[in-house]
């Protein structure tokens, strides 16, 4: 069949049809006209030109009303109008890819949008399906077809309906990376630490050291940041900031953990930061003498009436907020220029006795080193380092800016490094004007004659040697307010101060609602949920602006700031810390979807950096650090626990893959030790839930020890096969999983059920982790069945032993299949919905009719009338509930779930008759270790002969204890060869009866006829040939029924009949005889290769 892509009508010759010149990938070049022999035109695809070109039809004289009418009718039209016609990616136009007639797609962003995407609704492109299967009929497109292609499987989800919604409202506030990112950092970096704190750290430190703590800080900023850019680059990003990117990232119980703590430190912050604004305010009044009550309680109204303003700016709109943080950041970076011209106006005596002398290169040198005064590095450095957080602040809004990919990584790394440069501006430059110590005496000048002894101030004239022995109120080691002392004027200082405890105040009042609100739609913690609704055109967390109001007040009115404190930074460490360890983990697992736009990081770097977080944390606080581990231990555990459904591709993924994928390759290259065996199993259970007892005893002994595989074999019409095979294996999976079922699930399509497990046997597995057992349920119908099913059934058995596997064959009484009554109990579920939802109609029907008041009163015929359908439908249901019970077969579900339930004391009894390498020992061994079989003893019965049977004990007692297997008894059985009783024998025979040929009672030439009729038939000769071995299998009942009549299980040497010799249905009666009216039994056979020794 050609693969062409083109019409028919296109190669047809005739001299009234159009002619298009495209490349034929046909073989049969007879439908081609002579005229067409020339060298093949190859087509030039061009976008720009008009359709018919691009189509490269050249018409013949006369073919142009044709043309026209083929465009009209054909599937190559474009339906709408308004598209321009070199759109190939919007609606129909598509199917016109290149030119040629087809239902290919050309590559489009929206095919690989998630359903419900904000940004453009998710298109389906053609299923291969459909690609494969319909090139070969000339089959025309109809409008239909188009609309689901073009539209995709279905609606935009509810997320993005409401967003649409909202977005007609008004349209979406986004901001770029600027005001999105760029602004927000600045101002949550630069903190009160800048215009209170800097100059004691540099007086402490010195010059050299205090570069080394601002160097250090903005080492782990930096790192973090280059994290951050990289994981934000790497595919869309949305709302939720450090929280989105750690648990996209690392998976939900990172994510989960650490999205919490964030969104909580986040909103204790607000209240530090309000309560460093009101303690400026307060220190004005007091200054001023105007305080309203004391000091603390004036701290707490000014900050609770500061959060209310706050908040009001927050609930106005993310548009109103951007507006008041360029205002501050403008009064922010006016305060900071101010402070660098004061430095070069010339100073007063007034300034000089205070220690400030304007650049001075003796008062360099002098603060260069550092003068730890009941301070060390490490102290300092953790007083500093608070300074330099905030770069998460752009981040943490990424669902409101417009390209969150390029607005983070330019935002966040410019926002380091400018504020980087303004610290160590500040510093250096107050480092380089203001002494350490000062009296603020105008008086303490230098006397004549007197030794400076290497003292700046001394040297320019002051005399500050009184602060070594008092405690001096002015320089760089006393005056907190140096930089306003500094300043060209001093109140834009204060204003300074202002600006940025209420820009970190008001980011930080911003970022924890919006971080909180998608920790809440991802459905991690369910009792929050309710925080996960948005308000307004731009999807506003309103509900958890108030919930973070109320922590923040909480803490401004607790007013115990500088014990929580410590632990506020260590938790935004956390958060920096599991950043940089996503970066790396992403990049270590070499995931190909890990691909950030943002090339500038390291693995290693990042690896370093999460390091370097965690040991700030300890130099911090050491037990805040350990509280916050323990908090994100618990977390971590709780998320884990309850296992939310989600999938989000997180690195973890990638690693389990990787990991795995080296296991088995180590795995590989380690050469098999029987004392490393253990039972890996292939399992034909057709689907897990139809079979469950065939796999929950399979499950016993492979739980935590060995490979299990469930496998269908899907036989019929290929396509049909295929189609309900592909469809149904992630279900089928999913139930394994759901139900706790440490198995995988395999199906293949074949012509018949022996060449489809054939097909299993052979190439399931991989690696060593390959099945070295079959396991499959006795087929309970064979005498039903036909010689082919039976002939299938039987072959697989010898396949298996081909293959070298064991085989174990499981018969409990009540037979497997539970499919009839799967299919009765989803009958019964969905009438069951229908009554809920009818229910549910009734009561709001109900509803409406109460609020309608008086007019309900004529619509209670209706009511009346839906009333009795009701009751009708109800009837009918119980009807059908009652005429099913009989149908449900009790004993066939108590049966399916015996092997679920712990067995109580009793006996498991192994026949071990014949050696099989000791998997029939082995497998009942290791179901006495499980929990559910502990109480069941091991009794072991062998055959032996009857005048050595204490000797035949003796040895099997020595076996078993060199094998170091425990068990409670040993029975050696003497009489097995004997004949079975009449009453046995003759049951057997009437069994076998309707099989067998009888060719002894014909003539020759009706023997040999019915032989080629009906080879399958168990012949006379074929009978006798095995009367010995037909007895044992009856003798073997008569003894079991003896013995193990009352055992919780029963496991048997499974016999073996030659291939060729012994027929089929000789083979599954020997099988029925021998397991017939019995416990559960389990025939086993291995694979003739030792799976037990006794050497260590």
Request: contains cysteine; hydrophobic residues 40%.
């Amino acid at each position: 069949m050609s693969m062409n892509n083109s019409l028919n009508i296109f190669l047809d010759p005739s001299p009234n049809r159009f002619q298009v010149n495209i490349i034929n990938e046909s073989h049969d070049n007879n439908a081609i006209s002579q005229e067409d022999a020339d060298p093949p035109h190859y087509e030039e695809t061009s976008f720009t030109e008009e359709a018919n070109s691009r189509l490269g039809v050249s018409h013949r004289p006369g073919n142009r009303a044709l043309y026209e009418n083929f465009l009209q009718n054909g599937d190559t039209v474009k339906s709408d109008g308004n598209l321009h016609p070199c759109d190939t990616h919007s609606n129909t136009y598509y199917l016109k890819t290149f030119g040629h007639n087809t239902v290919d797609a050309v590559p489009n962003i929206d095919y690989y949008r998630n359903t419900g995407s904000i940004s453009g609704i998710k298109m389906n492109r053609p299923s291969l399906l459909e690609i494969h299967e319909q090139l070969a009929k000339n089959i025309a497109v109809n409008p239909g077809s188009i609309d689901r292609v073009t539209n995709g499987d279905g609606s935009p989800g509810e997320e993005a309906t409401a967003n649409k919604e909202e977005e007609s409202k008004g349209g979406f506030v986004k901001f770029g990376w600027v005001k999105g990112v760029l602004v927000r950092c600045m101002l949550n970096i630069w903190g009160v630490m800048l215009f209170i704190r800097l100059s004691w750290i540099v007086g402490q430190a010195g010059i050299g050291l205090g570069v080394v703590i601002i160097l250090l800080a903005t080492t782990v900023t930096s790192i973090t940041g280059l994290s951050t850019s990289a994981i934000a680059t790497n595919g869309f990003v949305r709302g939720g900031g450090a929280y989105y990117l750690i648990s996209r990232s690392l998976g939900p119980e990172f994510g989960g953990s650490i999205g919490l703590i964030f969104a909580f430190a986040n909103a204790v912050a607000v209240a530090m930061y309000v309560v460093g604004f009101a303690e400026t305010v307060v220190e004005l009044l007091k200054s001023s003498d105007a305080l309203m009550v004391d000091e603390s309680n004036d701290i707490r109204i000014i900050g609770s009436i500061t959060v209310v303003l706050l908040l009001g700016i927050s609930v106005a709109g993310m548009e109103w907020e951007a507006k008041a943080q360029v205002i501050l950041l403008v009064i922010l970076l006016i305060a900071i220029v101010n402070f660098f011209i004061g430095t070069v106006i010339p100073t007063n005596n007034e300034k000089k006795a205070r220690g400030f002398f304007n650049y001075q290169a003796s008062i360099f040198s002098e603060n260069f080193g550092p003068d730890f005064r009941g301070e060390g590095f490490f102290s300092v450095f953790a007083i500093f380092f608070p300074a330099a957080t905030g770069i998460l602040a752009g981040a943490n809004i990424s669902g409101d800016l417009k390209d969150p990919q390029d607005a983070i990584p330019k935002g966040t790394m410019l926002a380091i490094l400018i504020t980087t440069v303004a610290y160590l501006g500040v510093a250096i430059c107050a480092a380089a004007c203001v002494v350490r110590d000062a009296t603020g005496n105008t008086n303490d000048t230098v006397v004549s004659g007197i030794n400076c002894n290497g003292s700046s101030a001394c040297s320019l004239g002051y005399d500050f040697s009184s602060c070594k022995v008092q405690e001096c109120r002015y320089g760089l080691m006393n005056n907190f307010q140096v930089m306003s002392m500094v300043s060209g004027f001093g109140p834009l200082i204060t204003a300074g101060i202002f600006s940025a405890t209420l820009s970190s105040a008001l980011a930080s009042l911003v970022s924890a609602p919006k971080v909180f609100q998608a920790l809440c739609k991802d459905n991690i913690y369910k009792a929050l949920h309710f925080f996960a609704k948005g308000h307004g055109k731009n999807n506003e967390p309103l509900r958890g602006y108030v919930l973070t109001f109320i922590i923040a007040m909480a803490f401004i009115l607790i007013a115990e700031l500088n014990t929580i404190a410590p632990i506020i930074s260590n938790f935004f460490l956390a958060s920096y810390a599991l950043i940089n360890f996503s970066c790396f983990h992403a990049s270590y697992a070499k995931s190909p979807g890990w691909r950030p736009a943002f090339k500038y990081y390291n693995m290693w770097v990042s690896l370093f950096g999460a390091m370097l977080c965690c040991g700030v944390m300890f130099v911090i606080n050491w037990w805040a650090a350990l509280i916050t581990y323990v908090i994100e231990l618990f977390l971590y555990i709780y998320v884990t626990y309850k296992k939310p459904e989600v999938n989000w591709g997180s690195s973890a993924q990638a690693l389990y893959y990787v990991n795995a994928l080296d296991s088995a390759l180590e795995l590989t290259a380690i050469e098999d030790h029987v004392k490393n065996f253990r039972p890996q199993c292939i399992v034909l259970t057709e689907g897990p839930m139809t079979r469950p007892a065939l796999l929950d005893i399979t499950h016993s002994f492979t739980k935590n020890n060995g490979l299990c595989i469930c496998c269908q074999v899907y036989t019929g019409p290929r396509k049909l096969c295929v189609k309900e095979m592909n469809s149904g294996m992630a279900k089928k999976q999913a139930w394994l999983t759901k139900n706790k079922r440490k198995a995988f699930y395999a199906a293949v399509a074949a012509d018949s059920f022996r060449d489809g497990v054939k097909s299993l046997l052979q190439a399931s597995g991989l690696g060593r982790m390959r099945p070295n057992t079959l396991v499959l349920g006795f087929k309970t119908d064979w005498r039903d069945a036909s010689a082919v099913q039976i002939e299938n059934y039987v072959g697989v058995i010898h396949d298996a032993f081909d293959f070298e596997l064991g085989v174990v064959i499981v018969r409990i009484s009540q037979g497997f299949d539970i499919s009839q009554v799967l299919q009765v109990q989803e009958e019964l579920e969905k009438l069951e919905q229908e009554r809920l939802a009818l229910e549910a109609t009734i009561k709001d029907n109900e509803f409406e009719e109460e609020n309608r008041g008086i007019r309900g009163f004529f619509s209670k015929a209706k009511k009346l009338n839906i009333t009795k359908h009701v009751t009708k439908k109800d009837s009918s249901i119980n009807t059908i509930q009652s005429m099913h019970v009989g149908e449900f077969n009790q004993r066939l579900l108590e049966a399916s779930n015996q092997f679920k339930k712990k067995q109580g004391k009793g006996t498991i009894d192994v026949w071990w008759l014949f050696d099989d390498g000791g998997l029939t020992l082995l497998i009942p061994h290791i179901l006495t270790m499980r929990k559910k079989w502990k109480d069941c003893k091991l009794r072991i019965f062998t055959g032996g002969k009857i005048n050595r049977i204490e000797d035949e004990k003796l040895v099997m007692t020595s076996l078993l204890s060199k094998f170091r297997i425990k068990y409670a008894d040993i029975k050696i059985i003497g009489n097995i060869n004997m004949k079975p009783n009449k009453e046995s024998w003759k049951f057997f025979e009437e069994m076998i009866e309707p099989y067998r040929l009888h060719e002894s009672c014909k003539d020759l030439t009706t023997a040999e006829k019915l032989k080629k009729e009906t080879p399958w038939k168990i012949t006379d000769a074929e009978l006798e040939a095995f009367k010995e071995k037909s007895y044992r299998q009856v003798r073997l009942n008569e003894l079991l029924q003896e013995h193990s009549r009352a055992a919780n299980l029963i496991v048997l040497s499974l016999p073996v009949a030659r291939k060729g010799v012994v027929s089929d249905h000789l083979y599954m009666a020997w099988l029925e005889i021998l397991s017939k009216n019995l416990p559960p039994v389990l025939l086993v056979r291995g694979n003739h290769k030792n799976v037990l020794t006794f050497y260590s």
